[in-house]
């Protein structure tokens, strides 16, 4: 079979390139290629470069909400005239599969689904991914897809190959790098493990991946280095816990990258754990050139932090940041993630947060919080009638929920946000 992976745009207030990969996509295309089907990728989010911007296109609020929201909506990615024209350019496929991030981000799988029937017809159309595993019943009601895939790909594999006929016999198998699927740009995400050992109460992690589970290392050195012989120069880890077990995952890896004397510029978009930041870690990090850092603080108030999932404390924060500095490392490097908006939180708090944080010498970041169903947070939000499973995943966009389900004044907000980035 010929089969088309397709990552959709996104569809947000505001969206950046920070080393964006459709990871979920690479290990679907590693899978369906050992069973001998041939995949072609057409990605609504490349080439652009990293970190930088994507394509802004503004579209309208696909619904309508009870306060007006000022901020525009948009659609990211490529044009639409480019996305018929790589449609066509595949040639025939016999079915399409297509992946999700962002729950709220489903209008962009909507949108691919509409140009995909439009332009191609009754194909069949796979979606898997976050989104489908969080709003499963969602995804089934509202899109014009045959099979929504729940879980990770491993936990669907007999269900896609009886829906397609596929025998499910594996051959060879490749890595997904060596697959005609790379777009040549100089970044790429990778992860060492999937998902994480805590349990925060506003996180999905546990959800997505109910175990923590590590990759063995040498597939991971394999990886980095076919990405550094196709040009690859800037590599963002995506793990949720990149630094647990260092001296069994991470350390080793950046031992191996040392002594083939293979660099990287390193990035953590996603937030790392401060507390496993010791003077050895520091330097070990410094060393191995990751360039720009960020860690999860979210809250300064000690009681949220130990009612949250006790993943961090302030003490663990300072200390951290006092290494990285310490083993060379630039203040401008070094960000912290505040949430804003947790159920019970106001904002002196986060005023507080933002001027602990620039006390530090480095720079908040202010995450505005969004419900995730199955969580503790949404189950709390949901007792007080705040969040149900019928409601549009679209108000749990960061942006909107935060605008109408915080009682926030939004002048004193927009001062803050000026604050923390000042
Ligand atoms: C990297 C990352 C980021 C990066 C980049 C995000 C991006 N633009 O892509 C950064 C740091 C910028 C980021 C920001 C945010 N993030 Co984030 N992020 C992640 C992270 C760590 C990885 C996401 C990823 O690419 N995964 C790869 C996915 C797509 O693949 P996968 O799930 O492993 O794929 C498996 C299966 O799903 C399946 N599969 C996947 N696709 C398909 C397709 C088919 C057809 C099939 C069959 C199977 C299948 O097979 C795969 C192998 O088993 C996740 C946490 C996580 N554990 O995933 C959070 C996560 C996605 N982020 C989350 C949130 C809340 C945010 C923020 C809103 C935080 C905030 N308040 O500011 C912001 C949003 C900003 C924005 N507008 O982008 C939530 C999303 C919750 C939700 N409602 O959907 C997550 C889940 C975190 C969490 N643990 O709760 N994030
Ligand atoms: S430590 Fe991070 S990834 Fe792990 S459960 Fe908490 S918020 Fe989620």
Known sequence: MRLLLVNPWIADFAAFNFWVRPLGLYAVAEWLDSLGEQVILLDCLSPFKAPGRFRREQVSLPISTKLPIKRSFARYGIERSEFRRRLH???????????????????????????????????????????????TEHARSNLQVDLVCKGSLEVNKEKICNFLGLSGLQKDKRAWYKLPIWDGVDYCAVRTAIGCPFR??????????????????????????????????????????????????LGPILDELERRQIRFSF????????????EQVAKRLVEAGFKSVRLSLETVNANRQKETGGKVSSVDLERAISHLLKAGMKPSAIGVYLLVGLPGQDLDEVEESIRYVKALGVRPYLAEFSP??????????????????SMDPLLTNNT??????????MDRFRALKLLAAS
């Open 400 to 409: 909107i929920f935060f605008r109408l389900f915080t009682n926030y004044d």
């Open 200 to 249: 925060c109460t506003y996180c999905a992690s546990r959800i997505l991946a109910p175990r923590f589970s590590q990759r063995p290392v040498d597939e991971v050195i394999r990886e980095l280095m076919h990405l550094k012989r196709i040009g690859v120069r800037q590599v963002a880890f995506y793990d949720d816990a990149l630094l647990v077990d260092f001296n069994q995952r």
């Open 267 to 278: 990035h953590t978009p996603n937030g790392l754990h401060a507390r496993l930041i010791n």
């Open 89 to 135: 350019q595949s040639g025939r496929f016999d079915a399409v599969f297509i992946t999700s991030v962002m729950s709220y981000w489903y209008p962009g799988i909507s949108w691919v689904v509409k140009e995909i029937r439009k332009e191609i017809g009754n194909v069949p159309i796979i979606l898997g991914g976050i989104y489908a595993t969080l709003w």
């Open 372 to 389: 995730i169903p199955g969580t503790l947070e949404w189950d709390r939000l949901e007792d007080q009638g705040v969040v149900s499973r």
